[in-house]
Each structure stands twice: as C-alpha cells, then as structure tokens.
C-alpha cells in the first residue's frame, strides 16, 4: 500500500507552483490592485467576489465562503481527491510524488479504513443486484414514483429477507465478520453468540460521502413494520452528524450549487430529484448539527430547511435554527419551509408538482423571521413584559452570530420590535443568558471583568457576556477557537505567545494543541502552506473545519491580530485557573466543617 505524501514535498510543491498558473486557465481572472477578481466558479453570481492573492498564494470567495490553496482549488473544481490532486500539481512542476513509508501502527490503520471502504462498496453492489432480482421490490419502486434511471442514479438496492444474506455473500468474498461487525452491516447477539445481517427485508439507500466513497446505508421498510427507517451505526468511516445525503450526487451533476434544500428523509431526496428538484440533502435520521451546516454552506450559500407542519418538525426548525446562527456569516441565507401536517416533500411534490413546489420553496421563511416568530410565538408583543422575556429569550442566541452587518440587523431588528434602545439591549444580554432565571454573585462579576480585560470592555457584550452567569467553560472554548483563527491568518504569532497547558478537554482544544505543534516546528508557514500540510496530515474535511475558524476573526485588522492574539492567551489561562480554584472549591463543600483541617479551613 502506498505511504503517506511528505508534508516537506507538499510544501516544496506549493513553493514552485503559482496559483494563478493554476485557476488563470479554468477561470477568467482579472487583475483588481494587489488581487485577481473573477465571478466565483462555486456559485452563480453576477458581480466578482472571487479574489486571488498570488502573493499569499490562496483564493477566497466574499460570497460562498471557500477558501483554499493550489491543491484545495483542483480538488473541489476537478473533483479530485487529494492524492490526485497533489500528483497533477507535482506533474505540472516536472516533480515526481515521494512517499513516506508508515509506521505498523498507521499502516494498519490506514489499511483498516480501506477495507471498510471497499467492503461498504461491495455491499452496496450485493444490495444493488439483488433488488434486480425481485420483481415485488422493483413494484414498489415504480409505485412510489420514481424511474429505473432515478434508482440506478442513486444506486438503490434490496436488502432480502434473510438473517445472514450480507453476511454469507461477504464472506464468501474474503471478508471477515468481524469487519461487517465493525461496518455495521452486521449485528453480534453476545448472549446466544448469534450473527446476523442488520437490514433485512428494506429498500436500501447507500450513503456516499462528499468524495463518493460508500460509507453506510439507510434501510427502508416496505410495509408498516418499524422502524420505519433504519439507519448503518456511527462506524470508524461513517458519522451521521456530519454527512448529508444525496450532496455527492448534486456535486457530480452540477458545477454550481445555488441553494440546497435540507428534508429529512431519503425518500424525500430521491422523489424530488425525480420532479427536477435536484438539489436535495437529507440528513441522516438525526437532527441538523452545526456540522451538516458548515459542510452545505462549504457548497453554497443559502440553505432551505424543510420540515412538517407538526409538532416534531417545530421542534427540529428551533434546532436547526439555533444551529445555523453559528454558521450566519454575512453573504449566507438560510430559510424555512413548513409543510402541512401529514404531508411530507415527498407526497407533496407528486401531488402539486415541481413548479408549485420550487414557488414555496423561493418563498420560504427567511431565518430572522423565523427567529423572532419562534421567540415570540407564546407571547402577546403588546405587553412590555412580554418584550422584554423576547429580548431576553434571544440574547443567547443572537450572541452566537459571528460579528458583521447580518448581527447588526438582528441587533436593529430586535430593537424595532421590543422598542428598547441598543444599550437597554445590551443590558438585557449581560442580564439573561437563558429563560432560565440566574443570580448574579461575585464569581460572575469577577469572570465578567477578566472577560473584559482580555477582549476590551467594547467587544463583551458582543462576544462573552451572555456566557458570563452560565458557564465559564464556554467562554473558554469560544476563545480557544478564536486563538485557533488568529493563528491560522497568522502563523507567524506563534513566536509572540507564551505557552498554553492544561486546557480543557474538548475537539476545540485538540485541535489548537495540534496546531501550536505544528507552528512551533515552522513559524514560517504561511496560511497556503498551513493547508496543505494539514490536508496531509489528517483529511480535507478537517482542513476544511480548521480553516472555519478564521472566519471568527474576520473583522480584525492584521494589525490588531497580535494584541487579539496575547488577550486571548491571557483570557484562557485565567479561565483555566478559575476552573480549577472552583473544582477546588466544590471538593472542599462537601466535607462537614468538622471534616476540614485547619489548612483547608483557611484555604
């Protein structure tokens, strides 16, 4: 098996190779003072936000959000994988690909994730050929609407009626059970030391990832029995929480993606994209997380979320909608569309047609509606009480929007409505945290002054405070994703900052120890470089989540990265040394006084 590219080599790589070189032959640049402006070739649009810094070495779109080096650009406007990307690059250089040879460690798990790969693949083909063997299956099929082409498009399949069809046909490829066990194609009964395939008897909706790679499957049933739809388990190469349904298959049949569509079921995506509705994503039997929407808003820049009329689907816009407020970056749009109760997009779009249902999908309810209809729909807007639980409902959330012109129209918004001013406002968010009542003591005040000394007291309404009578530890990780977007739009800062210890367990923290890491080793990385070398080093996805954090610094001027940069530093070692002073604290409560000795009584 091959090893893992050098980072040296794809550093050396990204030296030799000019961008412009690169994306002046696919785009139409043109230069614009220090930049290249062209129209953006990931979204429609008529005015040029698409920049290019050939000094820097990196692209960004002010509409769509991407972002990327030489290597990021081949591999979302080809298509390609990484590796492919890298080899076409080394190729246009003259330069030949090395390989590091792994460790037995890495190797094994590097060939542990190919197999499930190739395994899930296989399975999808066994599913695939069965459902062409079973007429009553294929019935269903073209009952429910949808044509040979549209199944085959999508691969759909049979899972038959047996305990053990997977599991033999698997086997007698060379498998083993216990790598269908680790699938999730498979289920192991301990008790009776039983094995047995988990989708029986289902229509099977295979699960690619972004690079088209089988990753899992959704099963569903062909009559009333339950689970009405069920779903592969969280497995080494599948988490439901982060892949959306049906989002490579809009990537291979369009350059461009204007807006998605987010429903629920798989049978949604596929039904539509039998009506020319061709840019629906399910998510995968879970609620939208602020993963799936940082993944679609990676693609486009304006999501439609559909869901029932009902109870449930209410339920799961408010989760979504909290989501989404995090990922609200000036130049995004998202928007809800509510159905009937009963009807579902699938049904729906058979009964009235793709014209209508295109007409309710442009006219969907944008999110700064939603988000006051949602905070105010127990409440009667012409009692000031009830303004002023709005206000309060709504502090934490609106706290969440990363800062720019969209925050400020909340922030306009919201004044319009309840008729407070903007410092009546910002009372109210150092106030109320939650609907939860809170009582403001000494800890909070003194967080709230080292909040202050560490951003400027100007920026802690806008970034912390609602946190402040809540919880200090998300005050923390906020600013540990903060620290992480100084360093990724300024690597050199690394040499500026005095050591970071101890932080609190978290993905957040990891990454930025990771970061530091790496940066400690190579100040002289640049942000261009910096992706490459993390694309290596882990996957595009994570690349991708890291660079995300320089979007929460966005508003800062280069000149201010630094001081950013030491308060943040300042702000996270005090919050760490509050946290332990109250676990010590907690510790010392639960003994009796009579318990305590006299060096804990004084302490």
Not at 144 to 159: E, F, K, N, V, W
Not at 428 to 452: G, M, N, W
Not at 521 to 544: I, N, V
Not at 550 to 579: C, H, M, N, T, Y
Request: proline share 4%; glycine share 6%; net charge negative.
């Amino acid at each position: 098996m091959k090893g893992r590219i050098p980072r040296s080599f794809i550093e050396d790589l990204l030296d030799r190779v000019d961008i412009i070189d690169v994306i002046s032959p696919r785009v139409a640049l043109k230069k614009s003072g220090a930049n290249y402006m062209a129209c953006c070739p990931f979204h429609n649009e008529k005015t040029p936000s698409f920049s290019v810094n050939q000094n820097k070495q990196f692209y960004h779109c002010f509409g769509c959000g991407v972002s990327g080096d030489a290597i990021r650009f081949l591999t979302e406007y080809e298509r390609l994988d990484f590796v492919d990307a890298v080899e076409q690059l080394a190729n246009q250089a003259g330069l030949e690909v090395p390989r590091e040879t792994l460790s037995p460690i890495e190797a094994k798990r590097e060939e542990r994730k190919r197999t499930l790969y190739d395994l899930m693949q296989d399975a999808a083909r066994l599913y695939y050929k069965a459902l062409r063997k079973e007429s009553r299956v294929q019935n269903y099929v073209v009952k429910r609407g949808l044509t040979p082409a549209t199944a085959r498009s999508y691969g759909l399949g049979y899972a038959p009626a047996q305990w053990d069809f997977i599991l033999n046909e698997l086997d007698s490829m060379g498998y083993e059970q216990t790598q269908m066990i680790e699938a999730g194609l498979i289920i192991e009964n301990e008790e009776s030391n039983r094995r047995y395939d988990r989708f029986r008897n289902r229509l099977m909706f295979p699960i690619r990832d972004s690079r088209g790679r089988f990753i899992g499957f959704g099963g569903r049933v062909l009559d009333d029995s339950k689970p009405k739809y069920l779903n592969s388990p969280e497995t080494p190469i599948f988490h439901k929480g982060k892949e959306l349904y049906g989002l490579h298959e809009i990537k291979q049949s369009k350059n461009s993606i204007d807006r998605l569509l987010v429903v629920e079921g798989y049978m949604d995506v596929v039904a539509l994209r039998q009506f020319e509705v061709d840019f629906a994503v399910a998510t995968l039997g879970t609620a939208a997380t602020i993963d799936h929407i940082r993944l679609a808003f990676k693609h486009t820049s304006e999501l439609v979320f559909c869901f029932d009329g009902d109870e449930a689907g209410r339920r799961a816009a408010k989760r979504a909608l909290a989501n989404a407020l995090e990922a609200m970056e000036d130049g995004r749009s998202v928007k809800f569309l509510f159905l009937a109760e009963g009807e579902d997009p699938d049904s729906l779009v058979q009964k009235i047609g793709s014209e209508a249902f295109l007409r309710m999908v442009k006219h969907a309810v944008p999110l700064e509606e939603q988000l006051f209809a949602s905070a105010s729909e127990d409440l009667d807007l012409n009692s000031l009480d009830a303004r002023a639980t709005m206000a309060k409902r709504l502090a934490p959330l609106i706290a969440t929007i990363p800062d720019g012109i969209f925050k400020e129209l909340i922030h306009e918004k919201l004044a319009e409505v309840t008729g407070l001013n903007r410092q009546t406002i910002d009372r109210v968010y150092r106030e109320s945290p939650s609907d939860e009542p809170a009582q403001a003591t000494d800890h909070d005040d003194e967080l709230a002054s080292y909040i202050a000394d560490a951003y400027g007291a100007q920026n802690v309404d806008q970034e912390f405070t609602h946190t402040r009578l809540s919880d200090n530890q998300l005050a923390t990780l906020r600013a540990i994703e903060k620290l992480t977007g100084c360093l990724i739009r300024q690597p050199s800062l690394i040499g500026e900052l005095p050591p970071l210890t101890n932080l609190p367990e978290s993905n957040h923290s990891k990454t930025l120890t990771n970061l530091i890491e790496l940066l400690s080793q190579k100040p002289e990385l640049s942000s261009a470089k910096l992706y490459g070398l993390w694309l290596a080093k882990f996957d595009r996805e994570a690349a991708d989540q890291l660079f995300n954090h320089e979007s929460l610094v966005a508003a800062i001027p280069d000149s201010g990265l630094q001081s950013e940069a030491l308060g943040l530093v300042k702000f996270i070692v005090r919050s760490i040394d509050r946290s332990k002073k109250k676990q010590r604290i907690n510790e010392l409560k639960q003994k009796s006084l009579s318990e305590l000795s006299s060096e804990e009584r004084n302490e």
